[in-house]
């Protein structure tokens, strides 16, 4: 079987890595694999150790053209897509690859699949990582329409994610297969043992004695690092002493980031919280954390927490989240109302005081068990066998 893999980018990030972790297993299998990216990042290059990567023309930069292309434009001397030749030579290229299967991640690819279904006949797979306020951000109504339409078949990272699109987007049941997001257990286990807390905690710029309250992912509305930020600083009001917070992925720019940090400092609490840029070394990270918060408005199935369950650390997150609750049940960590930040920050400082190992332990044993890269790859193969 060839593959045709679609990726919207190659940004170090949950859906990225997953797609990457999947790829490595195929290529273990001498699976004929071709990757299209649809935008860049610090991953492309663990994707050309495996497999050919093509890379869909971007539209240019708003230019000015000069008087003379003006008017060659105007006597259609000069073309007026430059980025058209480019198209049809991926076009080519790709039609003459003989794609058994197109395998697309995230809902962020749909809008270029309209043109590449026009001239790619094969079957369909789409795996979505995404819940409502994602969907309808990264996809346009007609475009996600028309994926989830030409979809043979759809795979949920969650069982969250498969209800929303079954109740909100009309997909048939018969179309969603629950194949729930992994990571690779064996090399995060490696690394958590290999980890030298003290040394990462220097790295960082995080005080080696300090209690770490922790949280994982890009600096956005969704994941809640404004969140975070009231966290501590509720928790920093009732125990002040030896605590800290550090939040791992943030990119320092945007005007989202910038609201938190005017936040942070007019609360009085940038001393108390390390923001770290995008990691390779996110699991030493995580497993320097005696508390990992998960504190997503929305979050299908956060990868980042399957690293945390796996070293052991106890998971906060809040209810109607998504994947957090359905992970975290009764019995691998607390859950709290949706935005109960004061609920929260009360069981940190709680646990602090009277800690325990018992829901790191079931939350590790449960990724083990019922989460494992082994459980859900092999879905997937089988997935892909039924569609030869």
């Given amino acids: 079987m060839k593959i045709l893999f679609i ?3 190659a940004n170090r990030a949950g859906a990225q890595i997953f797609l990457l972790n999947i790829m490595q297993y195929f290529q ?3 699976m004929s694999m071709h990757l299209l990216l649809l935008g860049g990042g610090s991953l492309e290059k663990d994707f050309e150790q495996i497999c050919p990567v093509s890379k869909y023309p971007n539209e240019p930069a708003n230019t000015t053209l000069s008087l003379q292309d003006k008017v060659l434009k105007k006597l259609k001397l000069k073309d007026s897509n430059p980025n058209q030749a480019a198209k049809e030579a991926l076009k080519a290229k790709l039609q003459s690859e003989n794609f058994d299967c197109i395998y ?3 809902i962020a690819t749909a809008w270029v699949m309209p ?3 026009s001239y790619l006949k094969a079957p369909l797979i789409t795996h979505i990582h995404e819940l409502e306020f994602s969907i309808q951000l990264y996809s346009s109504a007609e475009n996600r329409k028309f994926l989830f339409d030409n979809t043979t ?3 949920a990272c969650s069982q969250a994610v498969a209800d929303n699109i079954i109740e909100n987007h009309g997909v048939s049941t018969q179309k969603v297969e629950v194949i729930h997001s992994f990571v690779n257990n064996a090399d995060v286990l490696k690394r958590a043992a290999e980890t030298k807390q003290a040394a990462i905690r220097r790295k960082y710029g995080i005080p080696e004695k300090a209690f770490l309250i922790g949280g994982c ?3 956005e509305w969704r994941k809640g690092l404004d969140i975070f930020a009231l966290l501590a600083k509720n928790v920093l009001s009732i125990a002040p002493e030896n605590i800290h917070f550090a939040w791992v992925g943030v990119k320092k720019e945007g005007e989202y980031y910038n609201q938190v940090i005017f936040d942070v400092i007019k609360m009085g609490i940038q001393h108390h919280i390390t923001f770290i840029e995008p990691t390779p070394e996110a699991v030493e990270l995580i497993n320097c954390f005696d508390i990992f918060a998960v504190v997503s408005r929305e979050d299908p199935f956060p990868l980042v927490m399957l690293e945390a369950a796996l070293s052991e650390r106890i998971i906060f997150g809040f209810e109607k989240t998504g994947g957090c609750s359905e992970f975290i049940e009764q019995d691998a960590g607390q859950l709290f109302p949706y935005l109960d930040i004061q609920a929260m920050a009360q069981a940190i400082v709680s646990h602090k005081t009277n800690p325990t190992g018992a829901q790191g332990k079931r939350a ?4 083990l068990t019922l989460y494992s890269f082994e459980n859900s790859i092999l879905k997937i193969e089988k997935l892909l066998e039924n569609l030869s």
């Fill in 7 to 9: 990726s919207h980018d």
């Fill in 217 to 219: 992912g890009n600096a």
């Fill in 153 to 155: 078949k759809l795979i």
């Fill in 364 to 367: 590790k044993e449960k990724v």
């Fill in 28 to 30: 273990q299998k001498k």
């Fill in 115 to 117: 043109e590449l279904l």
């Fill in 104 to 106: 697309t991640n995230t």
